[in-house]
């Protein structure tokens, strides 16, 4: 195997700003052939229903469904494939599903409410969302994690329906994401998957109900379908590839950090791994880590691909600078693999998830930590969080103005209201005034 030279930007470089803006460029949720295929394939189901369904399921997935009914599996399904793990298998399932709803319970909002002077009354009611579809990879890749990570906010929101798709190529169903399925408590499991049951679980069809939220991880046609159905159904983000941000001040292992960097390189060869330091020496002593270590890894190919195509090393001055940097990037996982993580975190605004410290492994985060592996990708940190609780719960603003509150806030709106020449406004809120 060649060796492998990183790619090495020099944050000083008076071209840096432009490098750095072409590596994290990605844009492939905009690909016009895509779009149009996608487009009709949701047509095909909101026009032809469990028929459409059927059809996608049997070509895409090579079946011979002949009901839309012969999709569903059941409850018992779901408990003999958790039956028929390892005991090692269970215990890891049941660890990582414990610290989930443990930490999930911390992000619950609650109602509220306060009374004024007058007795008017403001507040916020929160309630669950009524239905869930969650959308899981299904065939030979196996995520029981994304289960879990999806499955247990939503319940622990109070969810009374989570209805979960998984498609299986040729009929087989993998144990594991069933178990987790089963462990979680979802509600109903449907065997289908593509950008055809994106569209079953937005619009509904004669067997599949139509749900009010759609969660999950899928490939590009998934990812475009929830873009489409997006308002005729909530979303929690249109996801691009995995990626990594490592800041190290030298001082770590530097087979740590190569291994760290593989973690997320491995998923595929578009996933981005970026190491930042301040240290040259410890930057080239990373590189060739990833020249021992890559050998040995199964998944080297798709990983060499990654680091080729998508990563990044990149030289600063100081770490103030690398937080600097950070927050351009604004990354999906981020490591502070420094003395000081609590210290730099103080300049980090952007970022999905924060691993602190040497010791913390962004594959922990991935799999039993307890926050959510559902992250914002694609710089998306700027604007979004990861997925929690408070994503399957929906908030109503409460008034209940007194009398003497209508009195005075009725002056108030409608002087507001002819002002915007709305006179039915005005003389709704002028009836109540005294």
């Known amino acids: 195997m060649s060796y492998l030279n990183m790619n090495i930007l020099d944050a000083t470089s008076i071209d840096f700003s432009e490098r750095l803006k072409k590596l994290l460029a990605w844009n492939e949720v905009d690909d016009l052939d895509i779009q149009v295929k996608v487009l009709n394939i949701i047509a095909d189901v909101r026009n032809k229903g469990d028929q459409a369904i059927i ?60 009374t004024e002077e007058d007795g008017t009354v403001l507040g916020q009611k929160v309630s669950p969302l ?40 040729n009929g087989y169903a993998n144990d594991l994401v069933l178990a987790a399925a089963y462990l979680a408590g979802v509600d109903r499991v449907f065997t289908m998957g593509g950008a055809q049951a994106v569209a079953a679980l937005a619009y509904g069809t004669e067997t599949i109900p139509a749900v009010a939220k759609i969660v999950g991880p899928g490939n590009i046609y998934v990812a475009t379908a929830k873009k489409m159905v997006f308002g005729q159904v909530g979303i929690d983000m249109i996801a691009g590839p995995s990626e990594i941000l490592v800041i190290c001040d030298g001082k770590t292992n530097p087979d740590w950090i190569a291994m760290d960097l593989f973690s997320q390189a491995e998923h595929d060869e578009n996933a981005q791994s970026i190491l930042i330091s301040n240290d040259s020496d410890f930057l080239h002593a990373v590189e060739q880590s990833i020249n021992s270590l890559l ?33 351009i990037i604004a990354p999906e996982h981020l ?33 039993c930590a307890g926050p959510n592996h559902v992250l914002p990708t694609s710089s998306t940190a700027r604007f979004s969080s990861p997925l929690g ?20 806030l009725g002056k108030t709106a409608s002087i507001l209201a002819r002002g915007e020449s709305l006179t039915a406004h005005a003389r709704s809120a002028e009836y109540r005034i005294k």
């Not at 018992?76 to 999930?104: F, G, H, M, N, P």
């Not at 609780?389 to 005075?408: L, M, P």
Request: glycine share 6%; charged share 25%; hydrophobic share 40%.
């Open 55 to 114: 059809e996608y399921t049997n070509r895409f997935d090579h079946r011979d469904i002949k009901q839309a009914t012969e999709l569903e599996l059941s409850k018992d399904k779901l408990k003999s494939a958790w039956e028929k793990l390892s005991l090692e298998q269970s215990q890891a399932l049941k660890t990582a599903a414990d610290r989930i709803k443990a930490y999930a319970e911390h992000q619950k909002l609650q109602s509220w409410q306060y």
């Open 130 to 169: 009524p239905s869930v579809g969650l959308y899981v990879p299904g065939g030979k890749a196996a995520y029981p994690s994304s289960v879990l990570m999806n499955a247990i906010p939503a319940k622990v929101a109070g969810v009374k329906e989570l209805i979960m798709v998984v498609p299986t190529p």
């Open 295 to 327: 050998p040995t890894m199964e998944r080297a190919e798709i990983i060499r691909a990654s680091l080729i195509g998508r990563g990044a090393f990149i030289k600063v001055d100081n770490l103030k600078q690398a937080a600097e940097i950070a927050n």
């Open 335 to 367: 490591e502070l693999s420094v003395e000081n993580p609590e210290i730099l975190s103080e300049s980090i605004q952007h970022a999905g998830a924060i691993f602190m410290g040497r010791f913390t492994a962004e594959a922990l985060g991935d799999y």
């Open 389 to 408: 609780v408070y994503d399957f719960q929906k908030r109503s603003s409460i008034i209940n103005c007194s009398e003497t509150g209508a009195d005075t």
